[in-house]
């Protein structure tokens, strides 16, 4: 039975107070409202004691006290701040100053530095030490941040945001004394190096040495502060919904921070991933702001919304066969929704989907077999893997959708000893993969069966009427053949075999399935692996020990409103005419493009110009970014729904989506129920909730 600390009674700066013994002084005066000035100190981060900004008085005690890792006693004097403090202070700043080039006029982060700030609080207008004039390098391998060392004052928050919140191990201290800098693994370049790009190490930075690369002219020098705005929001980019705080100026997001922990509780701990941190000051192209119809000769012209809409009427109506839609799955539920009864009940589409194909089409058909004999699960949530005593990741090429999942994956693997196995092309969690079985795409499948047959081999399960159909149809599997069939070598094979017993003397493990088994004959693969995870129970939420990495942030969204939905086999030539509603998508590399040549019709409704459609379609409806409007999405399991509110001003000329496709469906012979925000949320959430 735990019992709370015991309460300590200290004196700081002739303040009486009670905290909790262990409390450190510095969390025991900013609970009271005491400011102590730090460098080193971050409340996400564990303590270390190393820039001495913190230093305060004991008892008397002429010898300074780094109040950050000095523990409160029964009884103790503190004095933060005197003409002493303040000198030593001053001393500490200025040979942090001294020993790199930090000239504020050319940083980018001046005006908003926690060093830069000190030196104004302690008034250190010059020094009086002499100034080290060492050259050091500049990072700017990455696409998203650069690492400036003359800017670093080695303070290790990078460090200890690399190895504590991010679990990547990444960052250290490499080479002595006045060369001391952080390092990128064996002192190589960020692009080189197994660098997640998450940010957290820039967020946590209290200089200009990390600083990112996009909105670089958005210093703040020359720009008050009081223009700027922190809005709170989550991010919608994966379905893992991570807290978010948006810096906005002007009507333009200029940065993105994670809402860090200081608890440490969660899976995610409150970092992000280089989408959710980058790839959202990323403008996909030109801004499209009137309706555009292109004309006979190729070229497009802004035209007016009713001659746009008009034409859109007289393409759609009247049609039987060919009529198609497809959504992004980034949108909110509520576009999703309009967008689907506007295509299904309204122009009796045939076809209607989401841009990434088949995907969504396997994982629902895979629900559907496994309800067959075992009824109500649903996936697990993240935070699980962090209780997983063993991964099992499968068809999973890299963690480009959802890149926290991997880092969840590597921090357990490193600091709980977690062996992971991986099945696929590609090694996602290299180099701390225990069990690594190589196949060729498309073969994935294959082995997951043999996989399950194995494991239904050697472990027994229930005799309920549900396992016995399952046990009698394994039990005819030629496991060997199988494993021929997938390629695999005697090398391979006593892998795999090592991870067969390794997942069935695991108690809690954890299968994470990727987009390698997603394909359009992923379904049977996908209910093996369901199967899999329930050979070792289900979880007290009544859960799979499964999370199934979908292919966009709203994907799970578009499967609880019945997306994919009609005839969702694609045949060559059957496409005549259709919609497409897309968010921020860069459709360059898209397999839809192939689908989309010789159409008599295409409408798309998108905030951008979508320069790979510029041949292909036939009128272009503008609609706002997702951050300018509000909107409901859906977690990656499926188990929560966040309304996410308008951050940025819509343009005027610019009506909001809904509004946009509720005039479409007004123009089709179906007449909606809903004519208001209120009511189209209202339907979404039911809808959503008995999915």
Not at 356 to 364: H, K, N, V
Not at 590 to 612: C, G, H, Q
């Amino acid at each position: 039975m735990e019992t709370s600390p015991k309460p300590v009674t200290v004196t700081i700066d002739s303040h009486q107070i009670s905290v909790p013994e262990n409390t450190t002084i510095l969390e025991a005066a900013r609970q009271h409202g005491i400011r102590i000035p730090t460098l080193c100190h971050h409340p996400a981060l564990s303590a270390w004691g190393g820039c001495r900004l913190c230093v305060v008085e004991v008892d008397g005690n002429p010898r300074l006290t780094a109040s950050c890792v000095m523990p409160v006693r029964e009884g103790m004097n503190v004095v933060t701040t005197n003409d002493g403090i303040i000198a030593a202070r001053r001393l500490i700043l200025e040979f942090l100053y001294a020993e790199r080039n930090h000239n504020c006029m050319f940083c980018s982060q001046s005006g908003d530095c926690e060093l830069q700030a000190l030196a104004y609080e302690l008034q250190m207008d010059h020094l009086t030490v002499p100034q080290s004039f060492e050259a050091f390098p500049v990072d700017i391998t990455s696409e998203y941040m650069a690492f400036d060392h003359n800017r670093c004052i080695l303070c290790g928050r990078c460090v200890r945001a690399c190895r504590e919140i991010a679990g990547a191990y990444v960052l250290n201290y490499q080479k002595r004394g006045i060369q001391n800098q952080i390092a990128f693994d064996l002192d190589v370049s960020r692009s080189e190096s197994s660098c997640l790009e998450c940010g957290v190490c820039m967020q946590l930075c209290p200089t200009g040495a990390i600083f990112s690369r996009y909105r670089t002219h958005r210093s703040v020098l020359g720009h008050p502060k009081s223009a700027r705005q922190v809005k709170d929001s989550f991010c919608t980019g994966c379905g893992l919904m991570c807290d978010t705080q948006l810096v906005i100026e002007e009507n333009h997001v200029i940065r993105v921070d994670g809402c860090l922990h200081s608890d440490h509780d969660g899976p995610i701990l409150g970092q992000l991933c280089a989408r959710g941190r980058f790839e959202i000051l990323k403008t996909p192209g030109h801004r499209l702001l009137t309706p555009m119809i292109r004309e006979s000769d190729g070229t497009w012209n802004p035209s007016s919304w009713k001659v746009a809409m008009d034409r859109i009427e007289k393409n759609m109506n009247g049609f039987n066969m060919g009529i198609f839609g497809l959504v992004s799955s980034r949108c909110a539920n509520e576009q999703i929704m309009i967008f689907r009864d506007m295509m299904l009940k309204g122009w009796k589409a045939d076809y209607l989907n989401v841009l990434e194909g088949p995907s969504l089409r396997s994982i629902a058909d895979a629900w559907t077999e496994l309800g067959k004999t075992f009824l109500a699960l649903k996936e697990s949530h993240a935070g699980r893997i962090l209780d997983a005593d063993h991964v099992l990741v499968v068809g999973v090429s890299a963690f480009n959708t959802q890149p926290a999942i991997g880092g969840i994956i590597r921090r357990i693997v490193l600091e709980k000893g977690v062996p992971a196995t991986v099945i696929g092309s590609v090694d996602a969690i290299s180099p701390r993969t225990r069990h690594y079985i190589r196949v060729t795409p498309g073969k994935e499948p294959v082995l997951v069966q043999a996989f399950l047959a194995q494991v239904l081999k050697s472990q027994h399960q229930p005799g309920t009427p549900a396992w016995e159909s399952v046990l009698s149809e394994f039990e005819s599997i030629d496991i060997q053949k199988s494993l021929s069939l997938a390629g695999l070598d005697a090398s391979d094979q006593e892998i795999f075999q090592s991870a067969v017993n390794t997942f069935a003397h695991s108690q809690s493990p954890i299968i994470i399935a990727g987009r390698g088994v997603m394909g359009r004959f992923g379904v049977n693969c996908l209910r093996h692996l369901m199967l899999l995870s329930l050979t070792k129970g289900i979880l007290p939420e009544n859960a799979l020990r499964m999370i199934i990495l979908k292919p966009d942030g709203n994907s799970t969204g578009s499967l609880k409103l019945g997306i994919p939905a009609g005839n969702t086999i694609y045949r060559p030539g059957a496409w005549q005419r259709g919609v497409m509603l897309l968010e921020d998508e860069n459709l360059s590399d898209s397999l839809v493009l192939n689908r989309l040549n010789a159409l008599d019709f295409l409408a798309v409704i998108t905030p951008y110009f979508p320069e790979a459609l510029a041949d292909k379609a036939h009128v272009l409806i503008p609609r706002p970014v997702g951050l300018e409007e509000e909107g409901t999405y859906t977690s990656l399991n499926g188990q929560e729904n966040r309304v996410r509110q308008a951050a940025l001003d819509r343009p005027d000329q610019v009506s909001e989506s809904w509004q946009t496709l509720l005039a479409l469906i007004q123009r089709t012979e179906f007449h909606p129920g809903y004519a208001r925000w209120k009511d189209i949320h209202t339907s979404v959430m039911r809808e959503i909730r008995a999915g």
